[in-house]
């Protein structure tokens, strides 16, 4: 009779509300039109100009229109209501969608960075002047891309996903531009391939942060900066608990944590005013507001009445 389920998840983030979302996916479509416009004359000015540095710097940006793309249809599935099999909502297709762009990004890195060690040891003909003129064009793009996606939500991994994408773009187009320059300047040809060997660095960080913060939070790990220990020692010191166990804390998505833990209180202690008072301290101290708290008076034989295998740590007084 003491199973006392405390939900106070629908106090989340204002950003997971339709008015955000909407302008999220404006801002993002914005940005998607630049660069779809761009990217086809830089493909046939790189070809013209024979330049690696300007047709990676396309081939990012068709990722980049990918990637803005991927972020637009996750945000439509994160969008639709909690119901049947998913009860939380279909809110980690963004999280899916930036796992998707960081592996992108490293495989485009990878081919990239083939073709630029080729093109070290056979340097072909590159024009200087049209790879600068388009170079700079491009920049000019990839930074009002650049800040049409950065008035969207950053905190979403989804469009920091699609964010990071235009953000190594916009590398590219000035390490292109440098290239062409020093192509123009002293004509060393390699210089288009030593670009591009710096982008794929760059790429390569990028996308590989995207898969390792995505990965924390598809492997259901407690939020960056949130110590669970820590809580459930907290927890332990309300006034009447005597024992926190199968304490969980998690992301659900880039900007919704979420626990849930058991709860032994002493006899004297009334459960529901144990659990209201724990909601309000995880909520003040942690920033979670999402609790899912089962609170029970403790037995005298033991707290294996309640669990018969305890996951994690247990926290007893």
Same mark, same amino acid.
């Given at each position: 009779?003491?199973?006392?389920?405390?939900?106070?998840?629908?106090?989340?983030?204002?950003?997971?509300?339709?008015?955000?979302r909407?302008?999220?996916?404006?801002?993002?479509?914005?940005?998607?039109?630049?660069?779809?416009?761009?990217?086809?004359?830089?493909?046939?000015?790189?070809v013209?100009?024979?330049?690696?540095?300007?047709i990676?710097?396309?081939?990012?940006?068709?990722?980049?229109?990918?990637?803005?793309?991927?972020?637009?249809?996750?945000?439509?599935?994160?969008?639709?209501?909690?119901?049947?099999?998913?009860?939380?909502?279909?809110?980690?297709?963004?999280?899916?969608? &930036? @796992?998707?762009?960081?592996?992108?990004?490293? #495989? !485009?890195? $990878? +081919?990239?960075?083939?073709? *630029? /060690? =080729?093109? %070290?040891?056979?340097?072909?003909?590159?024009?200087?002047?049209?790879?600068?003129?388009t170079?700079?064009l491009?920049?000019?793009?990839?930074?009002?891309?650049?800040?049409?996606?950065g008035?969207?939500?950053?905190?979403?991994?989804?469009v920091?996903g699609?964010?990071?994408?235009?953000?190594?773009?916009?590398?590219?187009?000035? &390490? @292109?531009?440098?290239?062409?320059?020093?192509? #123009? !300047?002293? $004509? +060393?040809?390699?210089?288009? *391939? /030593? =670009?591009? %060997?710096?982008?794929?660095?760059?790429?390569?960080?990028?996308?590989w942060?995207?898969?390792?913060?995505?990965?924390?939070?598809?492997?259901?790990?407690?939020?960056?900066?949130?110590?669970?220990?820590?809580?459930?020692v907290?927890?332990?010191?309300?006034d009447?608990?005597?024992?926190?166990?199968?304490l969980?804390?998690?992301?659900?998505?880039?900007?919704?944590?979420?626990?849930?833990a058991?709860?032994?209180?002493?006899?004297?202690?009334?459960?529901?005013?144990?659990?209201?008072?724990?909601?309000?301290?995880?909520?003040?101290?942690?920033?979670?507001?999402?609790?899912?708290?089962?609170?029970?008076?403790?037995?005298?034989e033991?707290?294996?009445?309640?669990c018969?295998?305890?996951?994690?740590?247990?926290?007893?007084?």
């Open positions: 009779m003491h199973d006392d389920h405390g939900h106070d998840g629908h106090a989340h983030d204002g950003h997971s509300h339709g008015v955000s909407d302008a999220d996916r404006r801002w993002l479509a914005i940005a998607l039109a630049v660069i779809a416009a761009f990217m086809a004359v830089e493909v046939a000015v790189g013209l100009a024979q330049s690696l540095a300007l990676s710097d396309a081939a990012h940006m068709l990722t980049d229109a990918a990637a803005i793309v991927l972020a637009l249809v996750a945000m439509r599935f994160a969008a639709r209501p909690a119901g049947g099999r998913y009860t939380f909502g279909l809110a980690r297709a963004e999280i899916l969608s &930036a @796992a998707a762009n960081g592996l992108s990004l490293l #495989l !485009l890195a $990878g +081919w990239l960075g083939y073709e *630029a /060690v =080729a093109r %070290l040891a056979e340097p072909t003909e590159v024009t200087g002047w049209m790879v600068v003129v170079g700079l491009g920049l000019a793009v990839n930074v009002l891309a650049a800040w049409a996606i008035k969207a939500n950053r905190s979403s991994l989804n920091q699609a964010y990071q994408h235009v953000l190594m773009d916009m590398f590219a187009s000035v &390490a @292109a531009t440098v290239a062409g320059l020093v192509v #123009l !300047l002293t $004509g +060393w040809a390699r210089a288009d *391939a /030593v =670009a591009t %060997l710096v982008v794929v660095a760059l790429m390569i960080r990028g996308g942060v995207l898969l390792c913060e995505s990965g924390r939070v598809l492997l259901n790990a407690a939020p960056a900066g949130v110590r669970p220990d820590a809580i459930g907290d927890m332990l010191a309300a009447g608990v005597v024992e926190v166990h199968d969980h804390v998690w992301t659900i998505d880039s900007g919704q944590a979420a626990l849930s058991h709860v032994l209180v002493d006899e004297p202690a009334d459960c529901h005013v144990v659990r209201r008072a724990l909601e309000r301290m995880l909520a003040a101290g942690h920033g979670i507001t999402h609790t899912t708290l089962q609170v029970d008076h403790q037995v005298q033991s707290a294996d009445e309640h018969e295998f305890a996951h994690g740590q247990v926290h007893r007084r």
